[in-house]
C-alpha cells in the first residue's frame, strides 16, 4: 500500500511531553516529507529532506524536529514548545525533490491533552 | 511566496451529475498540478495531475484543465458516484522551492 509506513495510527500524550512519530519507506526514495494537516485545512509542510543526514525546515517547523539518519526514516518529534500539537501528521516521500509525484503515509493522529 | 486558493470548500452534486473544483495560483513560475483525494481518515492519494506544457489532462471520469495566463486550473469529475465522495486537495509546485503549496481543500459529497 504505497510502500511508506507511519505508526503509530493515534497517539495521546499530555501537554509538556514531547512525542516521537516514525516514518519509514522502502520505496528507495530520497524525498521525505512532514505535514501537518487540521480540520478544515490543507496541508502545511513542517520539515523535508531531500537526502541522509540533511534537512530544512517548512513552513511551520517551530515546536518540531527530525533527523534523518538512515534512507528509510525520517521521524518527527513533537516537542512541549509547539503550541497546538493536537493534529493530523502525514508523511510522504518522493524519489528525488525534483521529482514530481510525493507518496503519502497513512498519517498519525495526535491528541495532546 | 506560492499561495494557493481553492473553491468552493464544500460541493454537493446528485449522483450522475457533474463536479468541477477550481484553484488558482499566484507564481507564474509554478509548473506541476496534481490534484489529490482524501477519503476520511484515509492517506491523500494522487488522482490525477498536469505540467506546465499541458492545457488539458483526462482519465477516464476524471480530468484536469490549466490556464497558464489567468493562474488557474480546475478538476472535473463527470458522472459522479457516491465512492467519488471525499476531499480533494489541489497543489501546485515551482521551480524554485520544489515543495508543494496545498489549498485548503473541497469536501465533495455525491447523494445517491
Known amino acids: 500500500d504505497g510502500g511508506i509506513t507511519q505508526s503509530p495510527k493515534y497517539l495521546f500524550r499530555k501537554e509538556g511531553q514531547n512525542v516521537t512519530l516514525s516514518c519509514e519507506q522502502n520505496?528507495?526514495?530520497?524525498?521525505m516529507y512532514w505535514y501537518r494537516q487540521d480540520p478544515g485545512q490543507g496541508l502545511r509542510l513542517i520539515y523535508y529532506?531531500?537526502?541522509?543526514?540533511?534537512?530544512q525546515k517548512g513552513d511551520i517547523a517551530e515546536g518540531y524536529s527530525v533527523s534523518r539518519e538512515k534512507k528509510e526514516s525520517f521521524p518527527l518529534t513533537v516537542t512541549s514548545a509547539q503550541k497546538n500539537p493536537t493534529a493530523f501528521y502525514l508523511c510522504?516521500?518522493?524519489?528525488?525533490?525534483?521529482?514530481?509525484?510525493?507518496?503519502f503515509g497513512p498519517g498519525t493522529r495526535l491528541t495532546v491533552t | 511566496g506560492e499561495n494557493v486558493e481553492q473553491h468552493p470548500s464544500t460541493l454537493s452534486v446528485q449522483e450522475g451529475d457533474s463536479a468541477v473544483i477550481k484553484c488558482t495560483y499566484s507564481?507564474?513560475?509554478?509548473?506541476?498540478f496534481p490534484w489529490y483525494k482524501q477519503e476520511l481518515g484515509k492517506r491523500p492519494q494522487l488522482i490525477i495531475d498536469?505540467?506546465?506544457?499541458?492545457g488539458e489532462k483526462k482519465d477516464q471520469r476524471i480530468a484536469v484543465t490549466l490556464n497558464k495566463t489567468a493562474k488557474h486550473f480546475s478538476l472535473h469529475i463527470t458522472e459522479t458516484q457516491p465512492e467519488d465522495s471525499a476531499v480533494y486537495f489541489c497543489?501546485?509546485?515551482?521551480?524554485?522551492?520544489?515543495?508543494?503549496?496545498f489549498g485548503p481543500g473541497t469536501r465533495l459529497s455525491v447523494l445517491p
Open positions: 497543489a501546485s509546485r515551482d521551480n524554485y522551492g520544489q515543495n508543494f503549496v
Open positions: 529532506s531531500q537526502i541522509v543526514n540533511d534537512f
Open positions: 510522504a516521500s518522493s524519489i528525488g525533490q525534483r521529482t514530481y509525484e510525493q507518496y
Open positions: 520505496l528507495n526514495h530520497d524525498a
Open positions: 498536469i505540467r506546465s506544457n499541458v
Open positions: 507564481d507564474s513560475a509554478s509548473n506541476y
